[in-house]
């Protein structure tokens, strides 16, 4: 029945080929029809018959007629491409609710906007059914996961053996990793509905990293890491909470992926109308090939998983900077490792 329906609304629309073909025709006939009047303007009007080359005379007339079908073509064909195309960038970004309707008598075009509206709906239902799904199924993970890690946790009192305590702490390490996913993907989540309250907050960005610094110093002295940091004070309004995740994602990373005793370089600078914060360390880069891929939901370099984590960090920074209008790209260093920058739009403020 659907399709008889939307078959039916398509009649009285032209055929592309049969528009192409009308317009060839009229370009001929309109050509012979105004050198006619042209002959008979001179001969009857002006009594006098005008001398000019055939050829001439049809490159003229041909010309303008080429002209005249062009603007037609354009208005038929051409504007409601453009607007597709416009279009299609936009669901490319991630925008699915955008629907295009046209006054084109065109069937194709016609047809290629009613299937390009039901694409985006079929786009926008499945992306509310995923985001949904993803959304309660880690809801209901958290509460088994919670369970699980507070009665390992009690078992670390008791009078356990060796290899007792042994499995215990594998099974905290593995509900805390799994715990941390879980929260992850439900702030991925989140974020990328714009389901996080507006927390806009006025304060020092060089001060919110220093503090993501102190938090990570289990990790950098293991490691002994050393940091040459380049902050100015720059104050700036937005999310607190959500971009702490980010600076904290970012320096853990340039720990984890540097040598023993590396060095990891930051700075945090305004620039015209930006902020560019950068951190470089000297691990063993990212491969050009991949420094796009990083930042989609659970990609990782380490296809063995060797390294902890679960690829959703440089996501999760990446949708927040979004939000925040800011950006985040990556690059190999001239001397090794990789370097990091995050853009930020300056506030009046900074």
């Given at each position: 029945?659907?399709?008889?329906?939307?078959?039916?609304s398509?009649?009285?629309?032209?055929?592309?080929?049969?528009?192409?073909?009308?317009?060839?025709?009229?370009?001929?006939?309109?050509?012979?029809?105004?050198?006619?009047?042209?002959?008979?303007?001179?001969?009857?009007?002006?009594?006098?018959?005008?001398?000019?080359?055939?050829?001439?005379?049809?490159?003229?007339?041909?010309?303008?007629?080429?002209?005249?079908?062009?603007?037609?073509?354009?208005?038929?064909?051409?504007?409601?491409?453009?607007?597709?195309?416009?279009?299609m960038?936009?669901?490319?970004?991630?925008?699915?609710?955008?629907?295009?309707?046209?006054?084109?008598?065109?069937?194709?075009?016609?047809?290629?906007?009613?299937?390009?509206?039901?694409?985006?709906?079929?786009?926008?239902?499945?992306?509310?059914?995923?985001?949904?799904?993803?959304?309660?199924?880690?809801?209901?993970?958290?509460?088994?996961?919670?369970?699980?890690?507070?009665?390992?946790?009690?078992?670390?009192?008791?009078?356990?053996?060796?290899?007792?305590?042994?499995?215990?702490?594998r099974?905290?390490?593995?509900?805390?990793?799994?715990?941390?996913?879980?929260?992850?993907?439900?702030?991925?989540?989140?974020?990328?509905?714009?389901?996080?309250?507006?927390?806009?907050?006025?304060?020092?960005?060089?001060?919110?990293?220093?503090?993501?610094?102190v938090?990570?110093?289990p990790a950098?002295?293991?490691?002994?890491?050393?940091?040459?940091?380049d902050?100015?004070?720059?104050?700036?309004?937005?999310?607190?909470?959500?971009?702490?995740?980010?600076?904290?994602?970012?320096?853990?990373?340039?720990?984890?992926?540097?040598?023993?005793?590396?060095?990891?370089?930051?700075?945090?600078?305004?620039?015209?109308?930006?902020?560019?914060?950068?951190?470089?360390?000297?691990?063993?880069?990212?491969?050009?090939?991949?420094?796009?891929?990083?930042?989609?939901?659970?990609?990782?370099?380490?296809?063995?998983?060797?390294?902890?984590?679960?690829?959703?960090?440089?996501?999760?920074?990446?949708?927040?900077?979004?939000?925040?209008?800011?950006?985040?790209?990556?690059?190999?260093?001239?001397?090794?490792?990789?370097?990091?920058?995050?853009?930020?739009?300056?506030?009046?403020?900074?």
């Amino acid at each position: 029945m659907k399709q008889r329906k939307k078959v039916s609304s398509q009649k009285g629309l032209l055929n592309i080929h049969l528009l192409f073909i009308l317009v060839t025709f009229a370009e001929i006939l309109g050509t012979i029809l105004l050198a006619s009047v042209l002959a008979w303007l001179s001969r009857y009007l002006f009594d006098r018959v005008i001398e000019v080359p055939t050829l001439i005379l049809l490159l003229f007339f041909s010309v303008t007629i080429g002209l005249a079908a062009s603007v037609v073509v354009n208005m038929l064909l051409l504007k409601p491409v453009v607007k597709l195309g416009r279009a299609m960038q936009k669901v490319a970004d991630g925008d699915f609710t955008i629907q295009l309707s046209t006054k084109s008598r065109v069937r194709e075009i016609c047809a290629i906007y009613d299937s390009f509206n039901l694409m985006t709906r079929e786009l926008q239902a499945t992306e509310t059914l995923q985001t949904d799904f993803v959304s309660n199924v880690s809801h209901e993970f958290k509460t088994p996961i919670n369970a699980i890690e507070g009665y390992a946790t009690l078992l670390q009192g008791t009078g356990a053996d060796i290899q007792q305590r042994t499995y215990i702490e594998r099974i905290l390490l593995n509900t805390q990793r799994l715990s941390a996913l879980v929260g992850n993907i439900l702030l991925l989540s989140k974020v990328s509905n714009h389901a996080i309250p507006g927390n806009i907050t006025t304060y020092r960005l060089d001060e919110q990293i220093r503090q993501s610094l102190v938090l990570l110093e289990p990790a950098w002295s293991t490691k002994d890491t050393e940091f040459d940091a380049d902050m100015d004070e720059l104050l700036w309004t937005g999310p607190e909470s959500l971009m702490h995740h980010v600076w904290s994602n970012l320096i853990a990373n340039a720990i984890k992926f540097g040598p023993q005793g590396g060095l990891v370089s930051i700075t945090l600078h305004r620039q015209a109308a930006q902020i560019v914060f950068t951190i470089a360390d000297a691990g063993p880069g990212v491969p050009e090939i991949e420094q796009q891929r990083i930042f989609h939901k659970f990609y990782q370099l380490d296809s063995s998983h060797k390294e902890e984590g679960n690829g959703l960090g440089l996501a999760l920074c990446a949708q927040i900077l979004d939000v925040c209008g800011g950006a985040i790209s990556v690059n190999n260093g001239t001397n090794g490792g990789c370097v990091f920058t995050v853009t930020l739009p300056a506030n009046a403020e900074a």
